[in-house]
């Protein structure tokens, strides 16, 4: 089998031949959308929302219905909305955060009907619980809060404690305690900004919001540690923007907020530096709502808000029009298995991971190709079991093999997809190839199969 440094090589070669005539109808590269999706609860603004892996629901809940504060909980799966266990009281201005380790959604602070809130409540799928830690933060409302995930830990910034008042205080919550931090540099004390956690740069992103003196619109970043300042590019001045971390881009996405009207642009952050989006379809502007991603739709859902013509209660998805993909399909044989580290962007590095490999195994190889049905004149998938390998099949064409040494029984492969328009939507397939004892007589054993699609940021 030819042996060659990078499928890209071979994509070039292909794909232009094959997707030249289609160019005049495929989406500029790096365009995205907003969506409208079924509406759900009633009106509301200052709500709180999460993504609940465990359930695979977009959580939803509390809010202010423009008389009085709710004791709601909601839940959607991608399609249908369902009201869940209320709330032990009404609240809104609070946030929420997941706690892998537990399988729970963290409420705290908040605001219910002129009384600010200091309470640390964890849902669990079916109802509410009070927690009591032996030490939390004081009541407040409007503060930020979202999870660290490379550290499981909840990470909480500011907020308000009512006329006058705008904290400055970092906390961070482990399931059990809350701990105050203490960082030398810190932003100034403010309420309603944006905060999320940027997973591939390991930090946690504040942006915006409102200071005793002003809006403001600078950005900071928390590592566990320190904060550091990063100036003021990008966004306008505003305070109570949503923001969300897109984990299949890669991106932080930042949608509207109070800049003397409610804004209705969207940006994003890279880990570099802000950008703005003429994303089709944008929602109404709005500010005080709700976002989080949805990680079964690949996509960001903003919910509820405030507009300037009043309390809303429109949902909209944000992502890519053409987004990259990664599928596995069929069955493998023995411990290998094949994942993605990151997505095949154009002009970004596909990464490849054949992991579970036996400790014998030096290595992996790994078989690209352009089809998952025919290689030269065989069918696929093709059984293996007349070459010493039973149960494996053969489930890509191996157009191109390329060997990565293991580590700690991992091994990688970077796939660079150029950044050229024919090659967007392009699928490739994969799969891995390596030793394992246990797979007799060959001693060899196959991952399940990959397919991925070229998509565009």
Not at 8 to 23: C, D, Y
Not at 29 to 58: C, E, I, K, N, Y
Not at 252 to 269: C, K, P, Q, R, S
């Amino acid at each position: 089998m030819l042996v060659v440094p990078h499928l890209s090589h071979h994509l070039r070669r292909r794909a232009p031949s094959k997707l030249g005539a289609l160019l005049i109808v495929l989406p500029l590269a790096g365009q995205t959308a907003w969506t409208p999706l079924p509406t759900g609860p009633a009106p509301r603004s200052d709500l709180a929302a999460a993504f609940d892996p465990v359930r695979g629901h977009l959580l939803v809940h509390g809010g202010w219905n423009g008389s009085i504060d709710l004791d709601e909980t909601w839940a959607f799966d991608g399609t249908t909305w369902n009201q869940l266990a209320p709330f032990p009281g009404r609240i809104s201005s609070h946030r929420l955060a997941l706690l892998a380790t537990q399988g729970v959604v963290i409420a705290f602070g908040g605001y219910n009907g002129g009384l600010i809130l200091g309470g640390t409540h964890a849902w669990d799928g079916s109802s509410w619980t009070v927690r009591q830690p032996a030490q939390a933060p004081s009541a407040r409302y409007s503060h930020m809060m979202v999870t660290d995930t490379g550290r499981d830990r909840i990470v909480l910034f500011g907020g308000s404690c009512g006329s006058g008042c705008a904290r400055d205080d970092t906390w961070e919550y482990d399931g059990v305690n809350w701990t105050q931090l203490a960082p030398s540099l810190r932003p100034t004390g403010r309420f309603s900004a944006g905060m999320a956690f940027d997973a591939a740069r390991n930090h946690t992103v504040l942006f915006g919001g409102r200071t005793l003196a002003s809006r403001v619109n600078d950005t900071w970043t928390w590592d566990g540690s320190t904060w550091t300042g990063h100036g003021t590019g990008g966004p306008s001045p505003r305070s109570t923007p949503v923001m969300d971390y897109d984990p299949a881009r890669e991106r932080i996405v930042l949608f509207g907020g109070f800049t003397g009207i409610y804004a209705a642009d969207t940006w994003e952050h890279d880990g570099v530096a802000w950008a703005q989006r003429s994303a089709t379809g944008a929602p109404p502007g709005r500010g005080f709502a709700a976002m989080a991603f949805f990680n079964p739709s690949g996509q960001t859902i903003l919910v509820g808000g405030e507009s300037n013509a009043g309390i809303s209660g429109l949902v909209h998805a944000y992502g890519a029009i053409s987004p990259a993909r990664f599928q596995l399909f069929g069955a493998g044989c023995g411990t290998a298995t094949l994942s993605v580290r990151t997505l095949p962007w154009l002009g970004d590095n596909c990464r490849l991971v054949a992991g579970g490999l036996d400790a014998s195994a030096p290595g992996a190889f790994f078989l690209l190709g352009l089809s998952d049905t025919q290689w030269g004149a065989l069918t696929l998938p093709l059984g293996l079991t007349p070459v010493g390998m039973p149960g494996c099949s053969l489930g890509v064409s191996p157009d191109c093999t390329v060997f990565a040494v293991a580590n700690n029984g991992l091994a990688e492969h970077l796939i660079a997809i150029p950044n050229s328009p024919p090659l967007l939507g392009v699928t490739f397939f994969a799969q891995a190839l390596a030793t394992d004892p246990t797979v007799l007589p060959a001693g060899l054993a196959m991952s399940a199969p990959g397919r991925a699609v070229v998509g565009a940021r």
